[in-house]
């Protein structure tokens, strides 16, 4: 049975950093491509951050460029999302996904993933 699990959200005041780990059992990790999604109240779902099976090439949505990174620990297999200068914008539902053998950016265009975590909640506040 796969499961994927987050942990790491929690409140933080805007400028703060968080990190978010993704903890995966029940499948072959290394054959996956790790990606976090977001959704805000009455918003749709948003693609964030995403880092691919093999080289662990990664690829970012904008609008986190620069303050996000994403890495994975095939050690453990396990994906972080550290997240810095946080706004209050960044508030949402954080969830990780898993695809396999996919290309980042396909992953950021796919509408249904193989493989989804529970979500955990970052609130950013002013």
């Known amino acids: 049975q796969v499961q994927l699990v987050e942990s790491g959200g929690g409140n933080v005041q805007a400028g703060g950093s968080l990190r978010l780990s993704c903890a995966a059992s029940g499948l072959s990790f290394s054959r996956y491509t790790m990606g976090w999604f977001r959704r805000a109240p009455g918003k749709e779902r948003e693609f964030v951050a995403a880092?691919?099976?093999?080289?662990?090439?990664?690829y970012y949505a904008d609008s986190v460029k620069g303050r996000f990174t994403i890495s994975r620990d095939s050690a453990k297999n396990t994906v972080s999302l550290q997240m810095n200068s946080l706004k209050p914008e960044d508030t949402a539902v954080y969830s990780c996904?898993?695809?396999?053998?996919?290309?980042?950016?396909?992953?950021?265009?796919?509408?249904?993933?193989?493989?989804w975590g529970q979500g955990t909640q970052v609130t950013v506040s002013s």
């Open positions: 880092i691919s099976w093999g080289v662990g090439g990664t």
């Open positions: 996904a898993a695809d396999r053998l996919t290309a980042v950016q396909t992953m950021r265009v796919r509408t249904s993933h193989d493989y």
